[in-house]
Structure formats: structure tokens, C-alpha cells
């Protein structure tokens, strides 16, 4: 059986360290509380654990590191330790020296006298204004582990939900960067050998030799300017990028671009869902949610649909109504709401929505990587034809005159 590495807080409050063999974390977990100890972490050994490793020595803060510190410092408070101590305790296991600064920080805060809420918005980089908004309506209700807890919730299905994303389109991505490279090679070192050869020979090349040759000297003789301009180009796409027109026009076109704007618009639809199910859920008042979650889609043209959703409700407009004005949203998104809306259960709704979508982006996601599959394997097969056209031709050609 795999050894577990494990940190508990016993009956006195006191931290507990120590390593045991277990089927798996949570039959070491069954253990020690059989045992009277309330694990806070538990962890397979790893080799450089076993030989007094500390861990990763990475400074950067990762959203699953985030998500973990939140479910830990839940469980210290439901177990009735004060949050200070809490979070003395974390910051003694924390594997990081960057985690270990900030919760220290963190702990430094309230000794002076800030709330939790005013201690985690001095770090955004780490805690994002929607974090901070959950754990200040856990101040206000008195409920700050359930709070933590959906904290911890949402922003791990936030990184599955973003690693599947990535996982998809992983496959095209690297296809079509082995492709560039190829082609790279073989204008690099291939072509300019047989070049020099049909150069030489005394026969009427054919087109797609010609074509082949020329484009390889055209790229040999500008490869410097080209570059250039390239990175030119791409740094004025930048600077425009920054200047509101351009980036609200760019902004807007995503969502009606063919294939992709589809996808991206169900992507922001469980995004924005599963952020404003949690704020509700926690007791934050809708205008607040609106506000706030508008931030989680990096989107101009969709934050500025939410705000205008914000001014028809504040106006004295439904939540559905509100949200039929986000265009970029389907039907069925309005209509859940507006059963929410009348029957008091809006977090549930929003969490219907979150899951018929979220199922929608995977079956997208696969449909979009099948269709890219065979296009990828169209372009490299005319590709392979026009390079063995381009080499062979001249090389049959050369044949012909000589057996004549």
C-alpha cells in the first residue's frame, strides 16, 4: 500500500504531522478520525518527499492552490478553531514560499484589526473580487465554512471545466504546430538541395516545381522582412486590441465567428451561471452579483450586455427579463430564470443551466475537434501531393529524355 503524508489538528488544537500506509487518501482520512484527529491534509509520498523534499519550490500561485486553501481553512473553522490559528496553521504546512508569505500576510491583517474579507482583497492577484464577495456575505450570515466550501466548489470545477477546454483542442494545436515545423524543414534544408539540382538540368520544369522553387527563393531572400512584418503586424494588432472600438468590435465578433462563436457563447454561459448560482446561494444581493460576476467572462461586449441587464432589473425589470437582453445568451437561459425567479429557487435554476450547457461545450468541444481532424488531414495530404508532384515530375521528366 501507497504511504500517505497527512497533517491533523488534534483535541487541543495542536498540529499533528506524520506518514501512513493506506489503500487510499480517504481510508487514511476514515483512520484519523477514527483516531480523534481532523485531517487537514493528506498527500501521497513521492520519492523527493520520502527524502525530506519541502515540496515545489515554485513561487506561482495556481487556482487549484487557491481552491485547496479555501477547503483547508473550511475545515479548521468547522472544527472551532479561531481563524488567526487557522491560519497559522496553514501557513506552517504550506509548501510554497509564496503561499507561506501571503497566508502569513494574511494572518498579519487581522492581528491589526482587518476582517478575513479586508485580509484576502489586499492579495487580488491571488483572490479574485468574487472570492472576496463570497467570504464578506459569510461575514454578514455568520456562515463563513459553507461559504469557503462553495468557494472551494466553484473554482475547482472551474479548472476541470477549463482543462477540458484545453484537453480538446490540445490535439489540433500540436498537428498543426508539427505542420508549420515540417514545412519549415523542408524549406530549409530540403527544397534548397533540390533546387540546385533542377537548376542545373537542361529540361523545361513543371508547374509545381516552379512553383515550389520560386516560393523557396522568395523565402530564402525576404525571410529577414518577413519576420518583420509579421511582428509588426502583430504588435499593431496589439496596440489596437487596447483601444475600445477595436477591442469591443473584436470582442463582439467572437461570438458570431462560424464554429467557434457557438462554443464560446456556451462557454460563457456556464461561466456566468456557475459564478451568479454561487453569489445567490451565499446570500449576495443580485445587483452585487451582477456586478461582480461580470468580471468572470474577459469579454467587453458581454460585460457591457450584463451591465445593461443590471440597469433594466434595477429599474424595476425581472431578473428574466434582464437576461433576455443578454443576446449572446439562448432562450432557454431567460426561461429557466424566470422559473427561478417565481418559484425562489434561482440558484437552482442557474445550476440546471450550468449543467445542460457544461454537458452542451463538451459534446461542442467534440464535435468541433472531429471536424478539425479531417480538415487537418485534407491540407497535409495535398501538401504531401504537391511536394512529391513538385519533386517527381522533373525526376520522371529527366528519365524520359534520357531513355529516349
Known sequence: MPDFSYRAVNKAGQVVEGVM??????????????????????????????????????????TRDTARFARQLSTLLKAGLPVLQSLRILAQQSETRAWKNIIENLAESIEKGASLSEAFSRHPRVFSKQFVQVVISGESGGD??????????????EQEFRAEVKSALRY???????????????????????????????????LPTRILVSGNNFVQANWVWMLLVAGGA???????LFTAPVAKWYDKMKFSVPLLGPLYSKIAVVRFARIVSMLVRNGVAFMRVLEVASDVVANTHFRELVYKAKEEIGGGGSIADGFSGITVFPPMVAGLVAVGERSGSLDEMLDYVVDAYDMEVRYSLKNLVGMIEPLI?????????????????????????IGA
Open 21 to 62: 500506509a493506506g489503500p487510499s487518501p480517504g481510508d487514511v482520512h476514515r483512520i484519523l478520525e477514527a483516531d480523534g484527529l481532523l485531517p487537514v491534509s493528506i498527500e501521497k509520498e513521492s520519492g523527493a518527499r520520502a527524502a525530506g523534499g519541502k515540496g515545489s519550490a515554485s513561487g506561482r500561485i495556481r
Open 144 to 157: 463563513m465554512v459553507r461559504s469557503l466550501l462553495c468557494l472551494a466548489d466553484w473554482m475547482e470545477r
Open 172 to 206: 489540433p494545436v500540436m498537428v498543426i504546430t508539427a505542420l508549420i515545423a515540417a514545412s519549415a524543414i523542408l524549406a530549409v534544408f530540403v527544397v534548397p538541395r533540390f533546387a540546385v539540382f533542377f537548376s542545373r538540368a537542361s529540361i523545361p520544369l513543371p
Open 234 to 240: 502583430a504588435a499593431a494588432w496589439r496596440a489596437l
Open 377 to 401: 488531414t485534407v491540407v497535409i495530404g495535398i501538401g504531401v501531393l504537391f511536394l512529391a508532384l513538385a519533386v517527381y515530375l522533373p525526376i520522371w521528366n529527366m528519365s524520359q529524355v
